[in-house]
């Protein structure tokens, strides 16, 4: 992996927040952070999907097809 130095300038109180809630230190709270925003793409996808896939199931069947 290769890693890249940034400077970020944030307000101090959001900065002591996200690191309370992570309890890492500052490049691991950022790294963190990226991640989320990265992955929140894959979750509006995600979320427009909702309900689109109809899945049909008989209990009744399933109950029958178990092996005790």
């Known amino acids: ?3 890249q130095k940034i400077t970020v300038n944030v307000p101090e109180s959001v900065l002591a927040d996200a690191l309370a809630v992570t309890g890492e230190g500052i490049t691991q709270t950022v790294r963190e952070g990226l991640e989320r925003v990265a992955r929140s793409r894959v979750y509006k996808k995600l979320g427009k999907m909702y309900g689109s ?3 049909d199931l008989n ?3 399933l109950r029958e097809d178990r092996e005790f």
């Open 59 to 61: 209990m009744e069947a």
């Open 1 to 3: 992996m290769t890693l």
């Open 53 to 55: 896939s109809k899945i």
